[in-house]
């Protein structure tokens, strides 16, 4: 599985970003995808994570209540929705993908992952 993230870019705070992950080959369906992020100077963190069926969904307290994440297997794309950006939002974020996802394993266990999409927000 190969992951390619997009969407990134400069906004306001208060604004709105959509994030998609891309995804390549026929077994990422069976896949969960999580969405991380790493700020400068700081560890990478855990955003939000979706289960293969998209029926489960986890999210990190700073990303619950504005950030949304979906997923189109028709389309193998994994989205990220995120709305009333902060200045704090601002990182670099990446998708992954990884099969613990689906039994609940969402915070470790990521086989595959993007290369990165810059989000920053301006105060």
Not at 12 to 19: E, P
Not at 91 to 115: F, H, I, K, P, T
Request: aromatic letters at 14%.
């Amino acid at each position: 599985v190969q992951l390619q993230a997009s969407g990134g870019g400069l906004v306001q705070a208060g604004g709105s970003l959509r994030l998609s992950c891309v995804a390549s080959g026929r077994t990422f369906s069976s896949y969960g995808t999580g969405w991380f992020r790493q700020a400068p100077g700081k560890e990478r963190e855990f955003v939000a994570a979706i289960s293969w069926s998209g029926m489960s969904r986890y999210y990190a307290a700073s990303a619950k209540g504005r950030f949304t994440i979906s997923r189109d297997n028709a389309k193998n794309t994994v989205y990220l929705q995120m709305s009333s950006l902060k200045p704090e939002d601002t990182a670099v974020y990446y998708c992954a993908s990884s099969r613990s996802v689906n039994s609940g394993n969402y915070l470790e266990g990521y086989d595959y992952w993007g290369q990165g999409t810059q989000v920053t927000v301006s105060s």
